[in-house]
């Protein structure tokens, strides 16, 4: 059993689980990588151009320039309604921009083909969960590898040599993913049965398993306890560190935003009015404003 509390972000000093404690250092933003330090742009692997995207009259993004460098994590945040499921649907191909393009590692697209989204690189996760309730972890993990089978259905029900090599290679696979995320112990419980913390990180190992160049992660911490968010930073700081993998997140939680990520874009009523290192958005007059705008709506009253 392993040991299940992170600190992070200076929030005292409770054990880590082995093997993350080293990925975790520097948590509290100090080692985030400025704009002039690696303005290597061939390395930008996720580009937004001009994206407008409207739904009749509401204008939920508006003219929306985005980079992503390789390995980064990023983060998009801004006030409740601000754009930012509307950027990640973009991204990930459930919506069409009205006006711009995206571009994947250079390739440019008007709209995402979400059904290709693997083969493109690209995992997401999503707000609400979206595992299979009725099947094991394991089973769930290995379903984050659908994407790389090549042996015919009838190959896979008769077991054939193809099919069985694919299978052991998915659960092999998939058993690493688990025991990197400390999901080993309940690898043959029910998805639907873990607690809800537990359930968002299988979501992550799900999508971790198919080896993505970009992990898009859509309020990954939303619902969770303190503790479960400080759990679930450290996972995906330890991810990008361990495989290279280019993290894209929106979050509400600003707290957990500026300790995790290098870069952020803020958004608000649908502009980007912010883009930087967590210590230029905390400065930033802009963002102050715009989230003053709406503390008084904040029932967790969430500082910047
Ligand atoms: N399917 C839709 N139909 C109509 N309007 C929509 C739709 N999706 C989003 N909007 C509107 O677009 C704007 C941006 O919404 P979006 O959900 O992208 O913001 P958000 O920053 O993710 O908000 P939240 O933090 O509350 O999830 C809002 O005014 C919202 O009401």
Redesign the pocket.
């Known amino acids: 059993m392993h040991a299940m509390t992170f600190a992070y972000g200076g929030l005292g000093a409770a054990p880590f689980p082995p093997g993350i404690q080293d990925h975790l250092a520097g948590l509290d933003g100090q080692t985030a990588r400025g704009e002039e330090q690696s303005a290597d742009v061939t390395d930008v692997v996720l580009r937004l151009s001009g994206v407008s995207l409207s739904?009749?009259g509401?204008?939920?993004?508006s003219g929306i320039e985005l980079a992503v460098r390789r390995g980064e994590i990023r983060a998009i945040i801004?006030?409740?309604?601000?754009?930012?499921?509307?950027?990640i649907?973009v991204i990930s191909g459930v919506y069409r921009a009205d006006q711009g393009h995206v571009r994947i590692s250079g390739k440019r697209y008007a709209q995402v083909p979400t059904q290709k989204l693997a083969s493109l690189g690209i995992a997401r996760t999503f707000?609400n969960l979206a595992l299979f309730k009725g099947l094991s972890v394991l089973d769930n993990v290995v379903s984050g590898r659908a994407h790389t089978v090549r042996s015919t259905f009838l190959g896979q029900i008769a077991g054939f040599g193809l099919a069985r090599r694919e299978d052991a290679d998915a659960r092999a696979r998939a058993g690493r993913i688990l025991d990197f995320l400390h999901l080993d112990h309940v690898a043959d419980r029910l998805a639907g049965t873990l607690p809800y913390g537990l359930q968002k990180r299988v979501e992550l190992a799900r999508a971790l398993v198919a080896e993505p160049d970009i992990l898009l992660l859509d309020?990954p911490m939303a619902g969770m306890t303190a503790t479960e968010k400080n759990e679930m930073a450290g996972f995906v700081r330890a991810a990008r560190d361990e495989y290279g993998t280019t993290v894209v997140l929106?979050e509400?939680d600003i707290g957990v935003v500026m300790g995790l990520s290098d870069r952020i874009a803020v958004?608000d009523y649908?502009l980007k009015i912010a883009d930087g290192t967590p210590e230029d958005i905390r400065a930033d007059q802009r963002v102050i404003d715009a989230y003053l705008g709406v503390a008084s709506e904040n029932e967790d009253g969430e500082g910047i």
């Open positions: 739904f009749g509401v204008v939920a993004l801004g006030p409740n309604g601000a754009g930012k499921s509307s950027l649907n707000q309020e929106i509400h958004l649908g």
